[in-house]
């Protein structure tokens, strides 16, 4: 059984940081690409992020790219997504994902193509 389990989102200000983790068993960790999405209330959920399974090659969405930083610790089966300069837009349940595509990383933004999901973990910017 694939279980994801993220942490780390808190209430903070806006230009400050956090750093999001996502915990993952049940599967050989470093196979499997891993993505960042979150979803703000009545929206869709939104591509953020995505990492090889080695670590070696990442895509961001232009919404975040300079600001939000994807990275994962192989020995530790966790990805962890940096994220600065925080503004209220970026208000949202943020959601780890596995990307079962393997081989080279392709780029995959929508939803449906990731299998497995946590459960979210609430990130709140205050203006």
């Known amino acids: 059984q694939v279980q994801l389990v993220e942490s780390g989102g808190a209430l903070v200000q806006a230009g400050g940081s956090l750093r999001l983790s996502c915990a993952a068993s049940?599967?050989?960790?470093?196979?499997?690409?891993m993505g960042w999405f979150r979803q703000a209330p009545g929206k869709e959920r939104e591509f953020l992020s995505v990492?090889?399974?080695?670590?070696?090659?990442?895509y961001y969405s232009d919404s975040v790219k300079g600001r939000f930083t994807i990275s994962r610790d192989n020995a530790k089966n966790t990805v962890y997504l940096q994220l600065n300069s925080l503004k209220p837009e970026d208000t949202a349940v943020y959601y780890c994902?596995?990307?079962?595509?393997?081989?080279?990383?392709?780029?995959?933004?929508?939803?449906?193509?990731?299998?497995?999901w946590g459960q979210g973990t609430q990130v709140t910017v205050s203006s």
């Open positions: 049940g599967r050989t960790f470093s196979m499997y690409h």
């Open positions: 994902a596995s990307d079962p595509s393997g081989g080279r990383l392709v780029l995959h933004q929508r939803p449906s193509e990731y299998d497995y």
């Open positions: 990492i090889s399974g080695s670590g070696d090659r990442k």
